[in-house]
């Protein structure tokens, strides 16, 4: 009977604190990551700005495609977001200072 009552609590607990952080984790990527890359793509100059632009690029994709649009999907593309977007935002900086380093030739 102990056995039985502590599965199921480890059980409840699981499918709880899974949810729960899942839940963070969204709310992070989705919600509070943008803010400042909006701030400064709006306020910001130069290098930096033309990072939080790039940053931005998939944000903006997915919303556009209004991908995703299940629960299990949601998560997947949260966890594609973020490397996704370091890597347009690098090459958004990149970009940026070849193109200013070109023009002083």
Request: hydrophobic fraction near 60%; proline fraction near 5%.
């Amino acid at each position: 009977m102990i056995t039985i009552t502590v599965t199921a609590v480890v059980l409840f607990l699981a499918v709880t604190l899974t949810d729960f952080f899942e839940f963070v984790l969204l709310s992070i990527v989705w919600c509070i990551l943008p803010t400042p890359l909006v701030v400064t793509a709006i306020y910001g100059r130069g290098h930096l700005q033309a990072y939080a632009i790039g940053a931005l690029v998939p944000w903006t994709a997915l919303i556009a495609l209004r991908y995703p649009a299940l629960g299990s999907s949601f998560l997947a593309a949260s966890i594609w977001l973020l490397p996704n977007c370091a890597i347009c935002a690098t090459l958004a900086a990149a970009t940026r200072r070849w193109l200013l380093a070109r023009g002083r030739d």
